[in-house]
């Protein structure tokens, strides 16, 4: 599955001379994302831009009418992120335009195209709703990488702690961190241990991790990778080294997650299939029965589908089961899980929650089911309803489904009902 963005509505400033080269580039940015072009050729059209309409410019740093200070003149001034096209990005070049808020360079070749611009797109946009963690005890070390990530990702919150400890808590507390940048050498927990406790909770594909040490000792860098991970950075280090790696990282991540689309997700209702709802249930389960919380399970199935097919066809049949999992999938809590667990049934996993409240969930699903009216391509309006069975109880996680499907079969028997195992 391609990474196609089609959430944000960014509005990007494209400042090329090359027409033919703008051209195409706007092409390929309107390809993979929902964002609003504007391309300016010359100075005399930037002269008339209001640059605080923008989210990001991208500009090529030299043009036929004008050099680098003009570029550096009339960007100096704003706080947009800037990708800065050029055709090689020397040191004299970066010290003169140093003042500018430049997100990154982008090397123009003849080989990759855009190829670098919409992959730099594709990381800002994955980090825009995360947060980046920045763990250090020398507050001086952990300001310098807050400015550096803040004008490298200028899209993604940045958190800090001083230790292992807080960062533990900051983790607890912030569910969307997707990266973590952790010094070795901190007091009451050092970087070592932080990795191991985030790991037992954790997958090294779940949250990133980027060590950072000055110890001369090589193995610790091993040891750091082996025990969780994901990369690892000596002390002192060049500032774009560390962005390349946070990259390189994130496009690895990016890629998992479209692999994992592709083997969990139901391509029809894009909503979690029935395989991926076994893999976590069993996971969900034992991390209830530890942390002593209730897990509700909720069989969900439509009424009459058959019916539905039979007299509609199954293209309206499957817009039917479209609308019901968007539904489902509005109705519960981020964490919660939605499944397509086979035709027209459904599976929802609720976490921490007693059955009164997943039975008030579950009512709230078939009261709007049943006031929806779905109109298909031929302006047919189609009215149905669902049944909906739930249970917490069982101690094995094949025992609960089954009670929730028992419960589903009783509600069945009248259609249009919620039952639970109460």
Known sequence: MDYILKRCGMKILVI?????YAKNLKKAIEKQFNYEITVVHSKEELDN????NYNLIISDIFMKDYDETYIQKHLIHTKIPILLMTGFPDKILKEKISKLNIVDFIVKTESNQFTQIINKLQILDYLKNKSILIVDDSR???????????????FTEVLTAKDGVEALEKINSHSNIKLILTDYEMPNMNGMELI????????????IMIALSSV??????STLL???????????????????RIDNNIKNSILIDEIKDMVFKDPLTNIYNRRYFFEV???????????NKELSILMCDIDHFKKIN????????????????????????????VSRYGGEEFAILLYDCPIKFAALIAEKIRKTIENLEVIDDEENKIKYTISIGISNKGELLEDRIKKADNMLYKAKETRNKVVTDK
């Open 49 to 52: 831009i209001d640059l605080q």
């Open 16 to 20: 090329e001379d090359d027409k033919f």
């Open 216 to 221: 001369s000792e090589r193995h610790i860098s």
């Open 196 to 207: 191991k406790n985030v790991r037992k909770k954790y997958d090294i594909d779940k949250i």
């Open 281 to 291: 249930a069993q996971k969900m389960f034992l991390t209830a029965l530890r942390e």
């Open 140 to 154: 001086t070390a952990m300001l310098i990488n807050m400015k550096l990530i803040k004008k490298c990702y200028p």
């Open 226 to 244: 082996k025990i969780g991970a994901n990369d690892f950075l000596h002390k002192p280090f060049a500032e774009e080294e560390l962005m390349c």
């Open 310 to 337: 039979d007299t509609y066809g199954h293209q309206t049949g499957d817009l039917v089961i479209q609308k019901t999992a968007n539904i489902l999938n509005k109705s519960v809590r981020k964490n919660d899980v």
